[in-house]
């Protein structure tokens, strides 16, 4: 069959290449009936659903040799592609209409053919292995959201038994730096590719058809994945705001996830150290200028310039850009560990989706932006196959993913108990939060549909 030539030299190293419309005089067309293709350099970049069909697909004039062997030839290309498609994007089939349509078209191609039976029975059963783990996956975070739910309603019931934190569980940075990264690589691994496209999909005005399964689109395991993002945030702040804790203890919390931080970020763990900074960030740790002055903060000032959000996050993206080529050069599993600042990479596949559109003003698929969609979503499909090779401890996971937080209101209160109100403003937001009636202290347990920052996903690049 024809070859469609793979992009090679059009896409620039940082961001997309913003010259997705291209004028006449820069592309080649090639014409079939009415509709054509377009090529710059050798190289398809937009065409008519019509000829991209009539591309791909051969006929008696274009690709002659098939004739009355059409079928025969073209099984193998078929289960070529179907064994690619539950490879890369297995959660298409978790809606039982798409299996049984699957089912259905294998079940015609391998009758009669022992060899076709074997190998579309092997893709069957691996792609029932990775659904079963899926779904195993998701029951698992269902239990671990029901002992937070748990804990939380001990902690409601009996407020002074806020007494654990972090630095009883422990105390070495470096180990809870290596945890934290377990969590992470576990959460993105169950991200599939899919879930980015389904997340900020978007109804061409020039698609006209109306899929039978269009409306089985969900992205759950990338929300759970930002929804982490936020629990983490919210328990560094919770860990220093505890209203059990004297200046000198708040100050040396603040000290022990600094340096969490900064081992995170020599890991390469580039979403938790973003939490942890967002955590300490926040207002009801940031007002508190009295623990801050006990705190020698020419860490955190580091950290926080690597992650300075001004110029597009340059020095991020700089800092991110070492440790993608360190990945790819590693001769340990510890040096391929590459987690990106996950709000930034959806931030920056939604502009792209939204900047950019589906189709050319003259009708054509703008093959250009789903190359670029392809390119990045692919770079995080490598990032994510990396196996943690650090050894698990089970407490400390089960400490990270199960204590109970403060909501924001809690945090505020909590931060004014231990540094009264400074100005009018706060004075005023002290007052209004201790006369609101509450049963016991409010905590904020990161379940789903719970979590301050959830939003539709696509605002979630509005989060930096």
Known sequence: MPQTPLLTGMLVSRGYNKNLYPSQNQTKEEGYGNAGLCYRDNTLVSGSLEALIHHLVPSMDYYPDVSNCMIRKLAPKILQLLQEWTEMFPYDFRDERMMRSLKELTQRMASGDELYRKVVQQMIQVLIRKLTTLSQYEEALVKVNATATDRLTVLKAKP?????????????????????????LERLSYIGPEEFIQAFEKKDPLDNDKSCFSDHKKASNLEAYVEWFNRLSFLVATEICMPVKKKKQRARVIEFFIDVARECFNIGNFNSLMAIISGMNMSPVSRLKKTWSKVKTAKFDILEHQMDPSSNFYNYRTAFRGATQRSRTANSTREKIVIPFFSLLIKDIYFLNEGCSNRMQNGHVNFEKFWEMAKQVSEFMVWKKVECPFEKDRKILQYLLTAPVFSEDTLCLASYDSEGPENNMEKDRWKSLRYVPSPGWGLYVCTRGSAPMRQNLSHYSRMV
Not at 170 to 178: E, G, H, L, M
């Open 160 to 184: 002074q038994a806020i007494q654990r934190d972090m630095l009883s569980v422990c105390n070495d940075p470096f180990t809870v730096a290596q945890q934290l990264t377990h969590i992470e």
